[in-house]
């Protein structure tokens, strides 16, 4: 697998970032559903793990719509939205590295499976990420597992939609020849 990564790689990453901040503050959709931030950033952070194909790329795209948020002004949180982004990017690149090693039979369930697990990964973070700032506002530990547990499992269903979305729209890109070659599994 190639590191260096090229301008045409390093455009994509900041195309998907610019378009998730984005995206994100044309939508501020008030749902009342834990983790749904989840669906955008699983999104684009799987689109650049599979379109560049260089490890870093998540977390690069991870790192820099933290950068274009606070930069904008998406969010209240200040410093703290490099967290908010960069810690599911950082968990889903970690977890990037050691799925070489899983090899399944099929090539699509293949691809299916490591969707979900990075998927999985990403959410983790996210729940784990809640637990951590409930903690330090003062919340008992009790119930900033619980509402832990909670982020992570919204956030995961919703990390799933995203990651879901994520062979069509690779299929589309190849048939209109806007990626040269991807790596899929």
């Excluded at 690069?60 to 606070?70: K, R």
């Excluded at 530990?141 to 547990?149: Q, R, S």
């Excluded at 269903?157 to 899929?184: M, N, Q, T, W, Y």
Aim: aromatic content about 6%.
């Amino acid at each position: 697998m190639k590191t260096e990564l090229g301008l045409q790689q390093a455009l994509f990453i900041g195309f998907c970032a610019a378009l998730m901040i984005a995206l994100k503050s044309m939508l501020r959709l008030k749902l009342g559903l834990s983790g749904h931030s989840m669906l955008l950033m699983s999104f684009f952070y799987l689109l650049c793990h599979l379109v560049v194909a260089r490890p870093g790329a998540m977390l690069a795209c991870g790192l820099l719509s933290g950068l274009l948020a606070m930069m904008l002004g998406v969010g209240k949180s200040g410093v703290l939205l490099l967290v908010k982004f960069g810690a599911p990017a950082a968990a889903m690149e970690l977890m990037a590295l050691i799925l070489p090693a899983i090899k399944p039979g099929n090539r699509m369930a293949g691809l299916y499976l490591r969707l979900g697990m990075l998927a999985f990964a990403g959410a983790l973070a996210w729940g784990l990420r809640d637990v951590v700032g409930t903690l330090l506002a003062g919340m008992a530990l009790p119930a900033a597992l619980l509402a832990g547990a909670m982020e992570f499992a919204g956030g995961f269903v919703f990390a799933l939609v995203g990651a879901a979305l994520i062979p069509p729209v690779i299929r589309r890109l190849k048939a209109h020849d806007l990626i040269a070659s991807s790596e899929e599994s």
